[in-house]
């Protein structure tokens, strides 16, 4: 009996069905497999893609770490915002865990009301944010062993920065005990005792005291044999005026074994000026202490250059000061910073609105260090050198004579790299040692000369660092003096201190990078996920260009209009004679109608911008509703009738 052939429309759709199912279980398998949490990452700013030293941090974990992510996912009053960015955190959360090699463990809880979740959320000091009379949960709390780490609340606006922030928290409970900072510095940073009966002592920096709370601070004074890289994760120099050629060789010693090295340098200290001498005036206020510190040698050698007997001037960051007669004066070496000024990519420097540097140094590229450079926050290029004590005084020439060079200046830089050592000869002052004579070559007796063991002799110095490292160079010490860096505030007899500026958060950024893991300062902020509409935003600067004077214009004409109303108003409800009554109640209509016709205008300029940019929202929605479709439509007619025809030739 023969078999009904199939017909071809029921062959084609069993073939459909094979390969959907095909396709389904091949992504199923995919995905079960480790190769199913790979991809490629082709976005712009790779926004998708963790940074090297993210991934150093998580695939280097040899301590099983644990995220309690809590997110209150069950509920409704959820901000469109918030579960958007909670969609890219748990991308995110997946990418860290598959790179740890199951060193990373993520329990997800939802915090309901009266539930353990809600408990374990207040235990790790969670709150949730008050939305819609409901509490909601968005944070994480990172622990390893006894430490915990948190982040309270994963703010969307701070997306760029949730890298870095999460990095950071496994490096720190993964890290035993508090980083050793240790600090070379010529001024007394921890506060000095009295200089006569009656004064009172000197008070340690605040940021020296906030130092000390996040980090076990070790002052090494000025002269230190030796600094032991493996003790010390930091080594801070503020303000080593007079340093040694031995205390730079042990600066130099101290990288090149491993260490990180922050310097802030200056050009003319005022803090150095008014500390120095401890409040004593019969010491000048200085105390014997230069007003300027560099590094002569390590500069040097590092590819830089330091100009520390003139300040920087620059007329584009100049701040508006009071004068001595009480004026406001331009002052040109005192800079204000504003973002523009700084590296907008740099974790140090991204969040940052403004700096305030005053009578800084500015440090110039020579190059030959073979190390990376990178910029963080540079001067204008209408920048110059000018005299430091015209500059104290606040010279108001300096502005009229400064004669800028046509470069910028770096003023915080990050040095990167291996390194070689600034003293190629070995320690200064020691004596190599002397070549042995002919009787000191000799074997001992008995011994023939081929059973003489060759030895090679070990320097007693480091020539080349062992691994990368790190420098960072700060062009003032001023910047973070407790009146130029700090508001001081008095509640209930305690001085409080506040940020007034972005000068103590830059130094404490920088030192958060480099005391955390040693992969920490290759971990950079990623990039939005959400991309500005960028035509929109140009038109709307161009509206604001061409009509926005007009407007002003206009809005201020309704002010003057309304004073004039206000006025006749006042002056009919005094004034008895009808015919000035009729008079002025004819000025109140003619300003009314003027009123009304500039609101009008005003009006009608904002609608032409709406107009604008809706007809451009329409042709978008109709090129991707329309035109896209229609182009697939057109390419798939094309290739059905290609094949077509080249069937209908067989």
């Known amino acids: 009996m023969a078999h009904k052939p199939t017909h071809p429309v029921t062959r084609a759709a069993f073939g459909v069905g094979a390969l959907v199912a095909i396709a389904v279980l091949a992504n199923w398998l995919v995905a079960l497999a480790p190769v199913g949490s790979r991809g490629y990452d082709f976005t712009e700013n790779k926004i998708h ?9 998580v695939s280097e974990l040899d301590t099983p770490v644990v995220i309690r992510y809590y997110a209150s996912r069950n509920t409704a009053y959820m901000p469109e915002a918030l579960k958007l960015h909670m969609r890219r955190v748990d991308e995110l959360l997946k990418e860290y865990r598959s790179l740890s090699k199951g060193q990373l463990r993520i329990d997800e809880l939802d915090p309901q009301p009266d539930t353990d979740a809600e408990d374990s959320a207040n235990l790790d000091g969670i709150n949730g944010q008050r939305m819609d009379d409901q509490n909601l949960y968005f944070g994480l709390a990172v622990s390893c062993l006894d430490r915990t780490s948190v982040i309270p609340f994963l703010d969307p606006n701070d997306e760029t920065m949730l890298e870095y922030h999460l990095s950071k928290a496994i490096a720190e409970v993964t890290t035993p005990s508090k980083p050793v900072i240790g600090i070379m510095s010529a001024l007394q940073l921890g506060g000095s005792p009295a200089q006569m009966p009656g004064q009172r002592p000197s008070q340690p920096w605040v940021f020296y005291q906030q130092l000390k709370q996040s980090f076990q601070v070790k002052d090494l004074g000025m002269t230190p044999a030796a600094i032991d890289p493996k003790e010390i994760k930091v080594l801070l120099l503020f303000h080593p005026a007079g340093i040694t050629p031995e205390a730079e060789f042990a600066v130099d010693q101290y990288l090149l074994g491993g260490g ?37 040698t390590l500069l040097g050698a590092w590819g830089m250059s330091f100009e520390s007997t003139q300040v920087l001037a620059d007329p584009t960051y100049m701040t508006t000061m009071q004068g001595q007669d009480g004026r406001p004066t331009d002052a040109v070496a005192i800079l204000t910073l504003p973002q523009k000024a700084m590296q907008k990519d740099s974790i140090v420097t991204k969040d940052l609105e403004s700096i305030m540097m005053l009578l800084p140094g500015g440090f110039t590229q020579t190059g030959g260090g073979g190390v990376a450079v990178n910029s963080l ?6 920048a110059g050198l000018v005299d430091s004590m015209r500059a104290s005084t606040l010279d108001t020439s300096l502005s009229t004579s400064l004669k ?33 004579t002919d009787e000191e070559k000799k074997p001992p007796v008995g011994q023939l000369p081929a059973e003489v063991k060759k030895e090679t002799p070990k320097p007693k110095w480091l020539k080349e660092a062992v691994t990368s490292g790190d420098v960072f160079l700060i062009g003032d010490v001023d910047a973070f003096y407790d009146p130029f860096a700090y508001r001081m505030q008095s509640f209930g007899g305690m001085q409080m201190a506040s940020p007034a500026n972005g000068n103590a958060p830059l130094l404490f950024n920088i030192l958060d990078q480099a005391a955390g893991s040693k992969y920490l300062i290759g971990s950079r902020s990623r990039a939005a996920t959400r991309r ?73 300029k904002q609608k032409d911008l709406r107009r604008q940019k809706d007809r451009l929202a329409g042709n978008l929605t109709l090129l991707d509703v329309a035109v896209m479709p229609s182009l697939v439509i057109l390419f798939g007619l094309g290739l059905f009738i290609k094949r077509r025809s080249a069937t209908r030739a067989r």
């Open 49 to 57: 893609t963790l940074s090297d030293g993210t991934r150093s941090i």
């Open 260 to 296: 990180t090295v922050v310097a802030c340098l200056d050009a003319f200290s005022v803090a150095a000026q008014r500390t120095g001498g401890g409040g004593n005036p019969m010491m000048g206020g200085g105390g014997g202490i230069p007003t300027s510190s560099t590094l002569p």
């Open 377 to 382: 926050v540079r001067s204008s290029l209408k």
């Open 404 to 436: 800028p060079k046509g470069t910028a200046f770096d003023l915080v830089t990050h040095l990167k790299g291996t390194f070689k050592t600034a003293f190629p000869n070995g320690k200064p002052g020691e004596a190599p040692e002397p070549p042995k």
């Open 532 to 604: 500005p509409f960028t035509v929109i935003k140009d038109m709307e600067a161009k509206f604001n260009e061409t009509a926005g004077a007009d407007i002003a214009k206009s809005e201020a004409r309704q002010q003057e209009i309304a004073q004039q109303v206000n006025a006749l108003q006042t002056k009919k409800s005094q004034s008895t004679d009808a015919q000035l009554l009729a008079e002025t109640k004819a000025k109140i209509r003619e300003l009314r109608k003027e009123q009304v016709a500039v609101s009008q205008m005003i009006r009608d």
